[in-house]
């Protein structure tokens, strides 16, 4: 029944789809036709633009709609967690597609800006050019030191990688996070809070974010260097501490690198398109432009490229436990936070030809300092007695195959996560390194310890492995 439903949607979306892209091509046609003659009748331009909103919105809203009857026809049967598993890799692959383009046009321009020839041979009204050549073709870029005379009727925005790459990124929060905030949100050894208060706290938190930053900027220290850097540091480490004394400790990596995310992306929303705007408004009205909103817009650039390794780094540590697993989540994420940042500054001085000499070295220090301190305990504790498979699949069938078999009987997994199963003694010992880093180092598996393991457990599963595992 459910496979015939899913099949008639499958059919279905086809022909939308179709549908939905003939149409987007005739629209662009008549578009490119209209350039080509350069028919330039306001009114008509704005229908063929607003033609095209409507096929997009119609199609975004298609896309949810078709997830949201799938979702229900496939609710309560094993579908759907392979839904969500679907849904989960698609839209990550679409934050990352979208993050590479952001994170590659910030790189380009802040390169451009670095590397911009200031001195030799300008036109007055130029702050500096470039020469480059790059897939076979030579290019010349001029930049303004305000704007051009007249704005030029075809102006290209880098916007829209931002705001995708933050939508796409807010649904995988809800998708891999606030759906499951029990699961995975929420450690009721850290606090023990309603997955609504949970998803509240996360949300709230990017916003009290983006005020406090905002402040700082506009506040008198935003504009000296120094002080900004060293209170802005401080905030975020207290951001850091805050969420991993309220979340599960992959969760609160994951919201320190969304409320990063989340004030780049409110810099380029709130601050850095409005100057654009303001800026071609009067330079369109030929009014002298105030040099502050490009400044402005500059320095929260800037910050934005300053931000972009560490969310990398976070983004990227979720999938590593050893990160997350230690025993204070928030150091190591704020020394990976300073170590990236330090990275990052190094990298902009070397394009602007200042070849600093400690700035990497302390970076490369700081990053080296947090995996030295992750580290686990050198003597972990002696084995005193020899422990045999029969203990440790008693301990596994009671702490993980709720969840790691065949048959989960966790009232979230019903398919084991990762297709890790311990059902067997050869299964366990296939993945004892595995489990030795998750179980014993990082003590991140039983997941948020939900079926609470001791740790005397923990040190027989150590000294099994230790022992070499014999599965007999
Ligand atoms: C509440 C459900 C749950 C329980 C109980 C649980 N796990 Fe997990 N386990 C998960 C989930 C979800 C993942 C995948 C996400 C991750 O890696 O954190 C996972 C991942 C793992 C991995 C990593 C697999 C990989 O491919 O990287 C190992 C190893 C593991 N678990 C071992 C254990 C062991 C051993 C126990 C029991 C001591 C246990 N788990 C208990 C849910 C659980």
Same mark, same amino acid.
């Given at each position: 029944? %459910? ?7 499958? @059919? +279905?979306? !086809? ?5 939905? =892209?003939?149409? &987007? /091509? ?73 993050? %590479? ?7 380009? @321009? +802040?390169? !451009? ?5 200031? =001195?030799?041979? &300008? /036109? ?83 916003? +009290? ?264």
């Amino acid at each position: 029944m %459910i496979g015939i439903g899913l099949l008639v949607m499958l @059919f +279905v979306v !086809l022909v939308m789809l179709i549908i939905m =892209t003939y149409y &987007l /091509r005739e629209v662009s046609r008549q578009n490119e036709t209209d350039h080509v003659e350069e028919v330039t009748e306001p009114a008509n331009k704005i229908k063929i633009l607003n033609t095209q909103t409507y096929i997009y919105t119609g199609i975004i809203l298609t896309s949810i709609a078709i997830v949201v009857v799938i979702y229900l026809l496939v609710k309560g049967t094993p579908w759907e967690s392979h839904l969500m598993e679907w849904m989960n890799i698609v839209v990550r692959w679409m934050h990352i597609t979208f993050g %590479i383009a952001w994170i590659g046009a910030s790189f380009y @321009f +802040v390169f !451009l800006e670095n590397a911009l020839n200031r =001195t030799k041979d &300008l /036109r007055d009204e130029l702050a500096g050019n470039l020469w480059a050549v790059h897939g076979g073709g030579f290019y010349y870029l001029e930049k303004y030191k305000v704007a051009p005379k007249k704005i030029p009727k075809d102006l290209h925005w880098f916007k829209y990688e931002a705001y995708f790459t933050w939508v796409s990124g807010f649904c995988l929060l809800f998708i891999v996070y606030y759906f499951n905030a029990s699961a995975l949100l929420i450690d009721k050894n850290i606090m023990d809070i309603t997955p609504l208060t949970g998803v509240g706290i996360g949300v709230g938190s990017f916003i +009290v974010a983006w005020v406090l930053y905002d402040l700082l900027c506009k506040s008198p220290i935003g504009k000296k260097s120094i002080p900004f850097t060293i209170i802005g540091t401080l905030i975020a480490i207290g951001f850091a501490y805050f969420y991993t004394k309220v979340f599960a400790p992959r969760a609160a990596y994951i919201h320190f690198g969304a409320m990063l995310g989340s004030i780049m992306v409110a810099n380029v929303f709130f601050v850095i398109i409005p100057s654009q705007k303001a800026m071609v408004k009067a330079a369109r009205a030929n009014q002298p432009l105030n040099p502050e909103l490009g400044k402005n817009a500059g320095s929260r650039s800037l910050h934005n490229n300053y931000f972009t390794l560490p969310v990398l780094f976070v983004m990227i540590s979720n999938h590593f436990p050893s990160t997350f697993g230690y025993k204070y989540p928030w150091l190591i994420l704020s020394l990976i936070t300073l170590g990236a940042a330090g990275v990052k500054h190094y990298l902009n001085l070397k394009e602007k030809g200042q070849l600093s000499v400690w700035v990497m070295p302390v970076s490369v220090l700081i990053l080296l300092g947090a995996a030295f301190i992750s580290a686990p305990p050198k003597n972990p504790g002696e084995c005193n007695e020899v422990i045999s498979i029969n203990e440790v699949t008693q301990i596994v069938n009671k702490r993980c195959i709720t969840c790691h078999s065949a048959t989960p009987t966790d009232e979230f997994y019903k398919t084991a996560p990762n297709g890790v199963m311990f059902d067997t003694p050869e299964s366990i010992f296939k993945k004892k390194d595995l489990i030795m880093q998750r179980v014993v180092i990082t003590k991140t598996m039983p997941q948020n310890n939900k079926t609470n393991i001791t740790q005397e457990e923990r040190d027989k599963i150590r000294c099994w492995i230790e022992q070499g595992g014999s599965t007999k």
